[in-house]
């Protein structure tokens, strides 16, 4: 029997597996896949992040000194930012290893199939074999087969964004000289995407070349895709190397309207915790892997169950709020260019926060 069970190994999922581990209690984390393994994200970070989880050197693929947005109509938006670039295969595997190190046992290639309540404890059927656990964390991303398994509705077409992102492999100077050795690209406009944006986040030698779309605004998916990849600039960054890897992924839009469930807990994008406007998820999936790994241990520490109730007090506590600003601002933001410039000029000196919570309303 596990005191907790993590299901899925992103970095949301590993780093709460690594703190319940820590604090002495017996955790399995459980992945579908077999570790390492590739995941579609831009990969882009805020510095703040390297900093605060001591990422090693080794895992960056760049540094980021400024951010540059494209608008269709022309207009050309410039802001510094300091952060860095990754790839999620070398990023996750740091969290992994960190859940490891603490004692976390990891399942890989194993596919849940359902969880049930048993009395007292959840039994997890796997691919192969049960699992056993008083606690569940649900790290298993948009379409978290263990929130379907409890009963919790999918999220909608127009509360996902779909994703797909090319990666280019090209050369160093080449990269350089059409985005920048420490420059990371955004591209906006209603002819390119009617709900979302495209984007541009150099690796060391590959360029991740990506565009987000509401699902519900998508009649034809490879139609969408290829009028941004029409676009100008975009046609530069595919004729600078060879694709090498094509590939789709959903990110959650809104948030759920609730986080926990009897045992189990809710974190990252299967909770829904991603930015509405930007679709950035990994530092809230960090941060709600966190706070789902205090209030975990403090149910256990103290036998109450009735204690998983103050994980949303947590959420609520930290990122939760911002989230909420950004999504009653999102659908005016992205209802014309218009609306979308203003954004932008908006972004070129304030934090997304401060004009989803503030500004925008003015």
Not at 166 to 186: D, M, V, Y
Request: overall charge positive.
């Amino acid at each position: 029997m596990y005191d907790a069970a993590v299901v899925g190994a992103g970095p949301s999922g590993s780093l709460s597996a690594a703190h319940i581990a820590e604090a002495g209690y017996k955790v399995v984390l459980i992945d579908r896949d077999e570790i390492p393994r590739y995941k579609p994200c831009g990969g882009a970070i805020e510095l703040t992040l390297v900093s605060k989880y001591k990422i090693p050197s080794e895992v960056i693929e760049r540094e980021v000194e400024s951010l540059v947005t494209y608008h269709t109509s022309g207009k050309v938006f410039h802001r510094l930012g300091f952060g860095a670039v990754v790839w999620r295969l070398k990023f996750d595997g740091y969290f992994q290893y960190l859940a490891a190190a603490a004692g976390a046992k990891l399942m890989e290639s194993q596919a849940l199939k359902s969880v049930t309540w048993r009395n007292d404890h959840y039994k997890l059927k796997l691919k192969r074999g049960d699992v056993e656990t008083r606690m569940v964390v649900a790290a298993d991303g948009v379409n978290s087969p263990t929130l379907k398994s409890i009963g919790w509705r999918p999220f909608k077409a127009d509360e996902v964004y779909l994703t797909v992102q090319k990666e280019i492999l090209s050369k160093k100077e080449k990269i350089a000289e059409i985005i920048g050795e420490k420059t990371i690209n955004f591209y906006f406009g209603k002819d390119i995407s009617k709900f979302g944006y495209g984007w541009a986040f150099p690796k060391r030698n590959v360029i991740s070349l990506g565009w987000g779309c509401r699902l519900s605004d998508i009649s034809n998916t490879r139609n969408s895709f290829q009028k941004f990849l029409d676009y100008e600039p975009i046609k530069k960054i595919l004729s600078s190397g060879e694709t090498i890897r094509t590939s789709a992924h959903l990110v959650p839009l809104k948030t759920r309207e609730k986080f926990h469930e009897g045992g189990v807990v809710a974190v990252g994008d299967a909770a829904g915790l991603v930015d509405p406007i930007s679709g950035k998820g990994i530092p809230y999936a960090l941060e709600s892997g966190e706070l789902a790994a205090k209030t975990i241990i403090k149910v256990l520490d103290e036998e109450d169950p009735e204690g998983i109730r103050t994980y949303r007090d947590a959420l609520q506590g930290s990122f939760l709020p911002v989230l909420e600003a950004k999504y009653n601002i999102v659908f005016d933001v992205y209802r014309n260019d218009e609306n979308i410039l203003r954004y932008l000029e908006l972004w070129q000196k304030h934090r997304a926060s401060e004009i989803a919570q503030k500004l925008w309303k003015k």
